[in-house]
C-alpha cells in the first residue's frame, strides 16, 4: 500500500508549487500523516536515519532515491520536482496505477509471467468480466487492481494457445487492456489509458473480431472526450457506430447492446461540441435501439437498453443548455435500479445540474448530497458534482455547506478566492 500525499506543503507558504518545495519536503508530503517514518524505512529497507536524512536534504543517492519512490508509489521525477504527484490520489489509487502500468507495458512488450498453469480462454473471459462488473459499479481502483493480473493471465492464456487457435485469447487480452485503460481514463492517467487503448486496438485486430474492434474504438473516443479532444472524439465515435450497425430484424441482443451504447455515446459527444441537430440524430436512434431491446443488457463489456436511452438523454439535453427538456424527461423516467451503480448516480448528478440551471437549488443540492452518500467512492472522481456547486454558488444554507464538504471543497462565500474556485473546477 502507497501513503497519501498530503497535497500541501509541510512548512506554511501563502503560495507554492510543487517545484518550490525542497526534495526532503516533497518526500514528506508524499509520506503523508498515515505513514511514519518508520514504516516508510522498514517499507524501503532503508535505516531510519537514512529516511530522517532525506527528508530534511541532507543526502539522497540514486539508490535511495528509486527504493523511496517505489515505496511511495511515484516516479523519481516527482520526488524530485520535476513533475507534480496527481491532484487526486489517494493510497490505493497510487497502488494501484503503478500495478496496472507495470502489467500494461510489461503485456505488450511480450514479458509474459511465468505460470505452472496457463488459464483457459473461459477463465480468462470470467475475470474480465468480474472486472468490468467492478467498473460498473463504480469500483474504478477495484477494477484496475484485479487488471493488473488479469492482463498477466491472458497474457500467458494467449501463449499457450496453439497456432492457429488464438484468436479467442486474443479477444480476451483486447477486452482486458480495454479495462485498463477506462480504468485509467477515471483515474486521470491519461497517458496509460492512451497506451492500453492502442494495445487493445492490436489484439482485437489479431482477433480479427469487428465488434472488438469497434468497442475499442469507441474506448478511444472516451479517453479522447476526457482529454477534451472532441472533434477526434466525435469521429471516432461515429465510426465505430456505422461500423457495427446492425439490421434490427435479425441482430442479437449482443448487437444491440454494442451499437445502442455507440451511438448513444456520439450524441454525448455531438452534446457536449454544442451541435443540437446531430446530437437529436442520435439520441432518436438510441431510443429506437433501446425500444428494440426492451430492457436493460449487458454485453461486451458495456451495458444498454431504454432507461440507459432515457437518463444519458437528461444529461445530453443539460450539455445544450435544453433544461426544459431535461427536466421534463426526468418527470417521465420511471425506477433506474435496472441501471449499473455508476449509472444510476450518474443520472443524478445530470439531474442536479439540471435543477440547478432552473434554479431549484434545494432540490438540487438534495439530489447532489443522495448521489454523493449512496457511493462516495465512486462520486471523488467525478468532476460534476464541483461544477453542480458552482451553479449553485453564492448560497450560504446547511445543506450547502454539507455537500459542500462530501465533495472536498469549501462552501463558497465571499471569503473564497475566485482563483481557486476556477482552479478546483
Given at each position: 500500500?502507497c501513503?497519501?500525499?498530503?497535497?500541501?506543503?509541510?512548512?506554511?507558504?501563502?503560495?507554492?508549487?510543487?517545484?518550490?518545495?525542497?526534495?526532503?519536503?516533497?518526500?514528506?508530503?508524499?509520506?503523508?500523516?498515515?505513514?511514519?517514518?518508520?514504516?516508510?524505512?522498514?517499507?524501503?529497507?532503508?535505516?531510519?536515519?537514512?529516511?530522517?536524512?532525506?527528508?530534511?536534504?541532507?543526502?539522497l543517492?540514486?539508490?535511495?532515491?528509486?527504493?523511496?519512490?517505489?515505496?511511495?508509489?511515484?516516479?523519481?521525477?516527482?520526488?524530485?520536482?520535476?513533475?507534480?504527484?496527481?491532484?487526486?490520489?489517494?493510497?490505493?489509487?497510487?497502488?494501484?496505477?503503478?500495478?496496472?502500468?507495470?502489467?500494461?507495458?510489461?503485456t505488450?512488450?511480450?514479458?509474459?509471467?511465468?505460470?505452472?498453469e496457463?488459464?483457459?480462454?473461459?477463465?480468462?473471459?470470467?475475470?474480465?468480466?468480474?472486472?468490468?462488473?467492478?467498473?460498473?459499479q463504480?469500483?474504478?481502483?477495484?477494477?484496475?487492481?484485479?487488471?493488473?493480473?488479469?492482463?498477466?493471465?491472458?497474457?500467458?492464456?494467449?501463449?499457450?494457445?496453439?497456432?492457429?487457435?488464438?484468436?479467442?485469447?486474443?479477444?480476451?487480452?483486447?477486452?482486458?487492456?480495454?479495462?485498463?485503460?477506462?480504468?485509467?481514463?477515471?483515474?486521470?492517467?491519461?497517458?496509460?489509458?492512451?497506451?492500453?487503448?492502442?494495445?487493445?486496438?492490436?489484439?482485437?485486430?489479431?482477433?480479427?473480431?469487428?465488434?472488438?474492434?469497434?468497442?475499442?474504438?469507441?474506448?478511444?473516443?472516451?479517453?479522447?472526450?476526457?482529454?477534451?479532444?472532441?472533434?477526434?472524439?466525435?469521429?471516432?465515435?461515429?465510426?465505430?457506430?456505422l461500423?457495427?450497425?446492425?439490421?434490427?430484424?435479425?441482430?442479437?441482443?449482443?448487437?444491440?447492446?454494442?451499437?445502442?451504447?455507440?451511438?448513444n455515446?456520439?450524441?454525448?459527444?455531438?452534446?457536449?461540441?454544442?451541435?443540437?441537430?446531430?446530437?437529436?440524430?442520435?439520441?432518436?436512434q438510441?431510443?429506437?435501439?433501446?425500444?428494440?431491446m426492451?430492457?436493460?443488457?449487458?454485453?461486451?463489456g458495456?451495458?444498454?437498453?431504454?432507461?440507459?436511452?432515457?437518463?444519458?438523454?437528461?444529461?445530453?439535453?443539460?450539455?445544450?443548455?435544453?433544461?426544459?427538456?431535461?427536466?421534463?424527461?426526468?418527470?417521465t423516467?420511471?425506477?433506474?435500479?435496472?441501471?449499473?451503480?455508476?449509472?444510476?448516480?450518474?443520472?443524478?448528478?445530470?439531474?442536479?445540474m439540471?435543477?440547478?440551471?432552473?434554479?431549484?437549488?434545494?432540490?438540487?443540492?438534495?439530489t447532489?448530497?443522495?448521489?454523493?452518500?449512496a457511493?462516495?467512492?465512486?462520486?471523488r472522481?467525478?468532476?460534476?458534482?464541483?461544477v453542480?456547486?458552482?451553479?449553485?454558488?453564492?448560497?450560504?444554507?446547511?445543506?450547502?455547506?454539507?455537500?459542500?464538504?462530501?465533495?472536498?471543497?469549501?462552501?463558497?462565500?465571499?471569503d473564497?478566492?475566485?482563483a481557486?474556485?476556477?482552479?478546483?473546477?
Amino acid at each position: 500500500m502507497c501513503p497519501t500525499p498530503t497535497g500541501s506543503p509541510p512548512t506554511a507558504r501563502t503560495s507554492w508549487a510543487w517545484s518550490d518545495l525542497s526534495t526532503g519536503e516533497r518526500i514528506k508530503a508524499l509520506r503523508g500523516r498515515e505513514l511514519t517514518q518508520q514504516a516508510l524505512a522498514e517499507r524501503t529497507g532503508l535505516s531510519l536515519h537514512t529516511v530522517q536524512s532525506a527528508e530534511q536534504n541532507r543526502r539522497l543517492t540514486l539508490p535511495t532515491l528509486m527504493r523511496l519512490a517505489d515505496a511511495l508509489c511515484v516516479d523519481t521525477a516527482v520526488v524530485l520536482g520535476q513533475q507534480p504527484p496527481r491532484g487526486s490520489a489517494r493510497r490505493s489509487d497510487l497502488a494501484t496505477v503503478r500495478a496496472l502500468s507495470l502489467a500494461v507495458h510489461d503485456t505488450s512488450a511480450g514479458l509474459v509471467p511465468e505460470a505452472d498453469e496457463a488459464p483457459t480462454p473461459a477463465e480468462v473471459g470470467a475475470t474480465c468480466r468480474r472486472a468490468w462488473d467492478l467498473y460498473w459499479q463504480g469500483r474504478y481502483t477495484e477494477a484496475g487492481g484485479l487488471t493488473a493480473p488479469l492482463l498477466g493471465d491472458a497474457a500467458v492464456c494467449l501463449h499457450a494457445q496453439p497456432d492457429g487457435q488464438r484468436a479467442e485469447a486474443w479477444g480476451h487480452l483486447s477486452d482486458a487492456y480495454r479495462v485498463a485503460a477506462y480504468s485509467a481514463n477515471l483515474m486521470g492517467v491519461r497517458d496509460l489509458a492512451y497506451a492500453a487503448i492502442g494495445h487493445a486496438a492490436f489484439a482485437a485486430s489479431q482477433a480479427a473480431d469487428d465488434l472488438r474492434r469497434a468497442l475499442v474504438e469507441s474506448g478511444r473516443a472516451w479517453v479522447y472526450l476526457r482529454d477534451a479532444r472532441l472533434p477526434e472524439a466525435l469521429a471516432l465515435a461515429e465510426k465505430s457506430a456505422l461500423t457495427i450497425e446492425p439490421r434490427f430484424s435479425r441482430a442479437t441482443v449482443g448487437e444491440l447492446t454494442a451499437y445502442g451504447s455507440h451511438i448513444n455515446f456520439a450524441a454525448v459527444v455531438a452534446s457536449r461540441m454544442g451541435d443540437a441537430d446531430r446530437a437529436g440524430d442520435y439520441l432518436s436512434q438510441s431510443h429506437a435501439t433501446g425500444a428494440r431491446m426492451g430492457r436493460e443488457e449487458r454485453a461486451h463489456g458495456t451495458l444498454f437498453g431504454p432507461t440507459t436511452a432515457a437518463t444519458q438523454a437528461v444529461g445530453i439535453h443539460v450539455a445544450l443548455g435544453q433544461t426544459g427538456k431535461a427536466l421534463g424527461l426526468i418527470d417521465t423516467i420511471g425506477p433506474t435500479s435496472a441501471l449499473s451503480n455508476a449509472s444510476q448516480r450518474r443520472y443524478e448528478l445530470d439531474k442536479a445540474m439540471a435543477l440547478a440551471d432552473a434554479r431549484l437549488w434545494d432540490r438540487s443540492l438534495e439530489t447532489l448530497e443522495a448521489a454523493l452518500t449512496a457511493s462516495p467512492v465512486w462520486a471523488r472522481y467525478q468532476q460534476l458534482p464541483r461544477v453542480i456547486l458552482e451553479k449553485v454558488g453564492k448560497g450560504s444554507t446547511a445543506r450547502l455547506r454539507r455537500v459542500a464538504k462530501l465533495v472536498g471543497r469549501p462552501a463558497w462565500g465571499a471569503d473564497y478566492p475566485t482563483a481557486t474556485r476556477q482552479a478546483s473546477l
